[in-house]
């Protein structure tokens, strides 16, 4: 595993896979936020200067539009710049992407929740779903598990990675929905940690992976191991308000040519299981 990190973004390289996700200084990459993140000529500055350092055309990024529901997009090239350029915002009501072509990168925005991606080894499909409490709660990435396996993964050739999200010691609640969501709905008693005085952490990645161990999903789980809240080159929804900027990540198989101008990369100790 081999991680890049520049001031514009995180790269995380696994064999033929590439993830970045942006840093707080590449700025928000989120259209029509509330607040401070109105201005769409900034957010296609941000998406050029993006383009620019990773390397990555943005008539090859797609992006789907929130909308914390659990419709997943099938993609291909057609769909290339939507949610990037400012004049493609077409793709509402979708939280997830699934390709089977190869260097196209599918995109979604984040700060706290999890960009989830499975890859299939042999197959060269891929997909990204967008996994805060509720997406976990629709079993999201168990879906987009599902609907992989049904265009023809075997589940043995999949492996997940959990892109830069926010940790349980930064997740805590007291609202009394969320702990019923994780104890009672999901029936994932350890993603619920007491912190005294009513409160607690919320681990979503446990939950995460226990909806894919429950779906039938075997094997390899990569972490990027970046809590975006205790992290400060992230934003972070829980440690700054809702109208902070919104990261992107965005995942792609590739054949093989380095789509970087100049990585620097540097080797890493292993993902953590
Ligand atoms: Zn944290």
Partial sequence: ?????????????????????????????????????????????????????????????????????????????????????????????????????????LGITTADCFPVVIQDRRKGLLGIVHCGWRGIALRLEAQLFRRMVALGCRPENMRVIYGPGICPDCYVQSDALLKRVFQDDLECPRAVIPRGGGYYGIDLQRASRENLRRAGFPGEILDAGICNSCDPRFFSVRREGSETGRMVTLAALWNGADPAPDPGERALPPWAE
């Fill in 1 to 105: 595993m081999l991680q890049e990190e520049s001031p514009w973004y995180v790269r995380f390289r696994h064999e033929e896979l590439d993830l970045v996700t942006t840093t707080r200084k590449n700025g928000n990459m989120l259209y029509g936020a509330t607040g401070s993140c109105l201005d769409t000529t900034a957010v296609a500055g941000n998406y050029r200067r993006l383009g620019e350092a990773s390397g990555i055309a943005l008539e090859r990024m797609v992006r789907v539009l929130l909308e914390h529901g659990d419709k997943i997009l099938e993609a291909d090239g057609s769909s290339g710049g939507e949610g990037v350029l400012p004049d493609r915002q077409n793709l509402k009501g979708f939280d997830g992407l699934i390709t089977g072509e190869r260097g196209l990168y």
